[in-house]
């Protein structure tokens, strides 16, 4: 799904809930033509029925129409926690956007609008959520609520994540999922946007993501990246300087001279972390800046439906 076909063109990000309301519509609309023909159009306000629960809440009506039994939801009930994690270092902040281009083309807008695509359907489905922000501190923290004022507190925040001004801040993922790890005492689904650009030794980041698998959370990990540049390297042969966002080293070099060994390097790197991550039951989900939030929606569904 190309979000530019869901939406009308929005360039500010003020309209962040709107913009995230008209994705999860879109693709709710096209869940008949999916595997997910099951969540209709009124899984937002139900739940199937099961055997041994109250009878009063049966909405009999949709029985009806359906031929399922289904009980209406209450604000109050609340059937999932998730926590949603945001890196917000420097790298994230990348790449530069073009007049013209939409805040969702970088890796931060299109972490925050996907987070905030996520909130709206856990908003329409009564379930908690929270959210972690970290860079080279632990920038936020909100425990998973359901309310309503939470729920634009969040929005706000990640509004302010767009409208801060860029700052040089290192990436320090690995000590700030541990501190995370240690706030999440009940059993939930923790959602991580990272580039995964993490200096040190990957077995340290591994502990940490094992860590969020503590208590038996389930943890997806959506590594969002620039395809362009960062997996292909595609840049005109002129010499050119490149500038690291968190240390401020720069290189000066042509991209053809290292296109190839650059290329096999990020492809080395991705495959371990798919594979390390397929090894400790962590959601793996490579992700490009940009596009495609059909596939946050699908993986988030599939993984709710495993997670139970």
């Known amino acids: 799904m190309k ?61 009806a129409k359906t031929d399922r039994l289904y009980t209406k939801r209450f604000e109050e009930e609340t059937n999932l926690r998730c926590h949603l994690i945001i890196d917000n270092s420097s790298s994230m902040h990348y790449p530069k956007l073009q007049d013209g281009q939409q805040f969702f083309e970088s890796k931060i807008g299109f972490a925050v609008l996907a987070s905030a695509v996520l909130m709206n359907l856990l908003k329409k489905q009564r379930d908690a959520v929270g959210l972690s922000v970290y860079s080279d501190s632990y920038e936020y923290y909100a425990p ?96 050119r300087k490149f500038i690291d966002l968190e240390s401020g080293e720069e290189v000066n070099l042509f991209a053809d001279n290292i296109k190839e060994e650059y290329e096999k390097r990020a492809e080395s790197y991705f495959k371990r972390l798919s594979l390390t991550c397929a090894q400790n039951r962590i959601k793996y989900v490579p992700v490009a800046a940009g596009k495609n939030f059909e596939k946050i929606l699908t993986t988030y569904l599939v993984e709710k439906q495993m997670f139970g």
């Open 3 to 63: 979000i530019e076909s869901q939406i009308e063109k929005i360039s500010s990000f003020l309209h962040l809930e709107l913009l995230a309301n008209q994705v999860v519509e879109g693709f709710i609309s096209g869940m008949h033509k999916s595997p997910f023909h099951g969540f209709s159009a009124e899984f937002a306000e139900h739940k199937v029925y099961n055997s041994g629960e109250s009878t009063k809440h049966i909405d009999w009506k949709l029985f």
């Open 144 to 239: 998973e609520k359901g309310s309503e004022r939470h729920h634009r507190m969040l929005l706000n925040k990640l509004e302010q994540l767009l409208a801060e001004p860029k700052q040089s801040k290192n990436t320090d993922t690995v000590t700030f999922l541990h501190q995370i790890a240690e706030k999440m005492h009940r059993r939930s689904m923790i959602i991580l946007f990272t580039d995964m650009f993490q200096p040190g030794n990957e077995e340290a980041l591994l502990n940490a993501l094992q860590h969020l698998k503590h208590n038996k959370h389930k943890v997806v990990l959506f590594h969002v990246i620039d395809n362009k540049t960062e997996l292909s390297f595609d840049f005109d042969n002129t010499p």
